[in-house]
């Protein structure tokens, strides 16, 4: 799908599906880790000691009320009409300390930094993500744009200038940079003829380059998208690297095309700029092993951030109603197998380069996570050595965040930030489309019990 003229011949895509499907075997042969430490069962709840009385009742409060479908599948109508009844100010005092505190760290840098801070006092690393986003008919003009590139610089220097951790990351929407009407009509594009990844490269340098197949608005506006991204990537660079998230099936290609452009311009001796893959997608692991191919052609570090998926539900729906077919595996036996499968595709080129291959393992799925440390210890990968990392989001799956930082291994949270206002839609999105994740944080819960009735029953023998 991407290449310097981006087109893979369909022998090439045939063995590399048989290469996927060899690395979905041998992942499924070792799914039950025998040489890892008995910790990362994730069973103990001294995890949590590191949280205080009001951080274990309020996580309990937010996971028990993410429990119920019916209040996460309708809880943008709800918080709307939460907002009219209290008011902007009467809302925020509701929010800012239950569903705002658990999962979005403040709104000014004093806020983040001292959330990060204790982030970092854990031996957890920050992820900032400033939760901007457009989908299809959502598009507001070239000032937008603007606005957000600046509060995406804005991110960079937060992220680089506060010593929380080493080497930080941060987490970019196209979308918030480059309209979804116009990603829309480049991935048709594509499909019929592909582009030159070295035309972007010189857009991105500001030359003005005509694309083919769009009008003299459309190319004015991609000219100003890519100028945009490279403004970003020239101030990460050496500083940050910025992982660039996946959306929808309809766009993802005109992602992927940008984001591989600038792969090959700035990583070079590094990966700086990385790609998201959903591995609920039929097609996920025929396009990992294209893009370890496509690396290797052009000389160019790979960043994977490997994901399960977040937008299940409307990718059906929607290719049910346009008669296509359903991009999404059929089961979660599957997405488990796709997803295994492709982290040991990258985890196999990462142990011959580790210099040159990076993957984040962001799941919540804690088989996954075990499987990604088992072949670490198989293929000779250092926990720390900085190629292979796992994350999840904040104030979610902290029994398998802390347990990891704690065993050495290098963890990310996801951490999105803005006021109140700026970050509801977000929170809503994520809610919706992690309704399978929080609906399944039962073992969570428990675990958060069991420390604040291990709590309660100590100072009552104190007492």
Request: aromatic content about 6%; some cysteine.
């Amino acid at each position: 799908m991407l290449g310097s003229r981006v087109h893979l011949s369909l022998p090439l895509l045939s063995v590399l599906r048989q290469m996927g499907t060899t690395a979905a075997r041998t992942v499924t042969a070792a799914r039950e880790p025998e040489l890892l430490s008995a910790t990362l069962a994730f069973e103990d709840p001294k995890a949590f000691q590191v949280k205080t009385m009001g951080e274990l009742l309020r996580a309990l409060g937010v996971f028990r009320l993410c429990s119920f479908p019916l209040l996460v599948n309708n809880c943008g109508t709800l918080m709307s009409i939460a907002r009219r009844l209290l008011g902007k100010r009467g809302f925020s005092l509701f929010v800012r300390p239950t569903v705002y505190a658990q999962f979005v760290a403040g709104e000014n840098e004093t806020e983040i930094f001292h959330s990060m801070q204790k982030m970092s006092l854990l031996g957890l690393r920050p992820m900032l993500a400033v939760p901007i986003e457009e989908d299809l008919g959502e598009s507001t003009g070239e000032k937008r744009y603007e606005n957000n590139m600046e509060a995406m610089l804005e991110c960079v220097h937060i992220s680089h200038s506060n010593a929380w951790s080493k080497d930080p990351m941060m987490q970019l929407k196209v979308t918030a940079l480059l309209s979804p009407e116009l990603c829309v009509k480049l991935t048709t594009l594509m499909a019929q003829k592909p582009y030159d990844l070295n035309e972007l490269i010189r857009a991105m340098d500001g030359e003005p380059i005509s694309f083919h197949g769009l009008d003299e608005k459309e190319n004015a506006h991609l000219l100003c998208g890519l100028r945009r991204l490279n403004k970003i990537a020239e101030a990460s660079v050496n500083k940050v690297r910025v992982l660039v998230d996946a959306e929808y099936t309809y766009m993802n290609p005109a992602l992927s095309l940008v984001t591989m452009a600038m792969m090959k311009k700035f990583n070079k001796n590094d990966a700086w700029i990385w790609n998201t893959y959903q591995c609920y997608l039929k097609e996920s692991k025929s396009l990992i092993l294209e893009a370890i191919s496509l690396s290797k052609k052009e000389g160019f570090c790979l960043g994977v951030k490997l994901v399960r998926g977040a937008y299940m539900d409307k990718e059906r729906k929607l290719a049910q109603k346009e008669g296509r077919h359903d991009p999404i595996h059929n089961s979660w036996e599957d997405t488990n197998d796709s997803y295994n499968g492709s982290l040991n595709a990258m985890l196999e080129v990462i142990s011959e380069q580790p210099e040159r291959y990076k993957i984040i393992v962001a799941t919540h799925n804690e088989a996954s996570v075990r499987v990604a440390a088992q072949r670490m210890v198989e293929l000779g990968i250092r926990k720390d050595g900085g190629s292979v990392c796992f994350g999840q989001l904040l104030g979610m799956c902290d029994h398998v965040s802390l347990t990891l930082a704690k065993e050495g291994y290098v963890i990310y949270k996801s951490v999105p930030y803005g006021s109140v206002d700026d970050t509801l839609p977000y929170l809503v999105r994520r809610a919706q489309e992690n309704r399978t994740v929080l609906q399944g944080i039962r073992k969570e819960r428990d675990l958060l019990r069991q420390e604040l009735h291990r709590r309660l029953k100590h100072k009552m023998g104190t007492a």
